[in-house]
């Protein structure tokens, strides 16, 4: 009998969830409080399951997200996670079956885009995916980052430390504001902020209580958050020798972000401190001293963006003035692909129109995916063979277009 694929009943999730941590090598038992603190989570109608003899052997599922784009629009995205197969059934297709059903159900939805992060790169691009935004991971050399050790707070606004209580109560305004101003980002959910304040923890999983720094301007509104905490103390021969991790810093200004870095940094006992994933251009090693002493630990790609409705996703961002372009898309699973003429005006709204006029760029919908937040280059991508140029000067025309003056940035995971 052929392993059955299948949309998870009640009564099938804790099977799945077994088999999800077999393949992302995790203790395979899932205990019954487990599965109810996980099952408020998960959208049964969006999971797949694959079962062969009863067990399951293959899981994924997906969920609505709104992507910020270019500009500020809010996209519909479907977000998919848990993507595993057992190794028992590796290698048989089964990834391949469960994302073609979950693409096309996301079209029919009408979600404009499909995004994931990606466990390892080279599993995703096959399925018309491209990597859309990236991360950096510094690793800050504080006594040599030749910052002034008498800093004192920001000479406006301040910076308080906050229980978990109040930032449960003042996190998702914030938030709200700050994914508005930054390509790449998605929502926090309720959820989201229940375990990140450790009102919600999960049994395997158990929460330890973080330092909340948060940044007020000089009337008083809440601008930013950083989350910390420490991993260990050391002391050797008397002097410190701290590590502090950064978990999330969100601000909704430069003065905030500048206050909030400055805080971590200045922080005593602290000799190292780790950046967390941040944007690709986060200011953080220009602001100090010495930029030397932050070293890059993670430059990788992160999230990855499938385009699945090509006319929508163009037409929600807006272009750096006005152009017109026209792009041959090939999509191997003819979900989003076709000649489609971009127009955009000095304002850098956009109509986007299938035509059949002669194309300016031919490329695979995946490049699209790469270039749609305006991360990457098009005459990169040209030089590579990934992009071909049809018309002379149309890879720079759609760079101008495209790119935009800060890096999209994906500050959460999902
Ligand atoms: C969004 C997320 O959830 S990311 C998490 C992804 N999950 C994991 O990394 C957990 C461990 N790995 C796994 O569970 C599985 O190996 C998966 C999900 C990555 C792949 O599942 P499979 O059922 O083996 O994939 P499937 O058989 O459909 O493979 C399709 C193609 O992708 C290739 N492929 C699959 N995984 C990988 C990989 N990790 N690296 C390189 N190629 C890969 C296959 O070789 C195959 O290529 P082909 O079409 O040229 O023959």
Redesign the pocket.
Known sequence: MSPDLRTLAESDLPEWLRALNN??LMPPTVAPEEVAARRPGIDLERTQGVFDEGRCV?TFRSMPRELTVPGGGLLAASA????????T?????????MMSRDLTDAKERGEAVAI?????Y???G?YGFGPATWINEWDVDVPRSGLDRRWAGPAEGRVDLMTPAEVRKIGPELHERVRRLTPGAIERTDRWWDLDTGQLVFPSNPWKEPFYAVYRDAAGRVDGLATYSIKEHRWSNKFPNVTLETGKLIAASPAAELALWRYLLSVDWVTELKSGYRAPDDILPLLLGDPRAARTETNADFMWLRVLDTPRALEARTYAGAGSLVLDLHDAADLAGGRFRLETDTDGRATCTPTRDDADLSLDIAELGTLYLGDESVLRLTALGRVTERRPGAATRADTLFRTPRRPWTPDGF
């Open positions: 393949a992302f293959a998919v996670t848990n993507v595993s197969v057992t190794a059934h590796r290698r048989r297709g089964l990834a391949t079956r994931l992060i990606a466990a390892e080279p599993i995703y096959r």
